[in-house]
């Protein structure tokens, strides 16, 4: 029975661990979608317009972000759009990788360690799949027609 626990518990972290990786690019929507949810609820919207409300501001900050990728063209501006969408993501990684080291390790400086390379891992999880959000309309780009 014992021997169940532990691959039941392996099996959680790597489920989480997934989840984490591939939901880090949704950070910063989430972020914005909760604080305008809560803003509609406290400003007496109830919880049908909060919820509606929220889930319109997070898609929207995802669509004008993928929109905003797609057409701006000097890649600092590029860089900068997709800063903005990691920033959040390596908050979230660093605190997921923190919760998972505390019960892991007691060393605090093993835990801030193991957090600092679970936020980087997310991190450029995140820039890769925000790079690859754009890559593919971008073949016709550039090209010479004669």
Not at 68 to 74: A, F, S, T, Y
């Amino acid at each position: 029975m014992i021997i169940l626990g532990m691959f039941v518990c392996i099996a959680a972290i790597g489920i989480l661990c997934w989840l984490l990786f591939t939901l880090a690019i949704f950070a910063l929507p989430l972020f914005v979608g909760v604080s305008a949810g809560t803003w509609a609820f406290n400003t007496g919207a109830g919880w049908l317009g909060a919820i509606l409300v929220g889930s319109l501001a997070a898609g929207l900050t995802l669509g004008v972000g993928q929109i905003l990728l797609g057409v701006v063209r000097p890649m600092w501006a590029k860089l900068a759009i997709t800063l903005v969408f990691i920033a959040p993501a390596i908050v979230a990684g660093y605190h997921a990788s923190h919760g998972i080291a505390k019960h892991m390790m007691p060393s605090e400086t093993w835990q801030i360690v193991f957090s600092v390379i679970g936020a980087t891992a997310v991190g450029v999880t995140a820039y890769l799949r925000v790079g690859g959000m754009t890559a593919a309309d971008q073949s016709g780009r550039d090209v010479v027609r004669a």
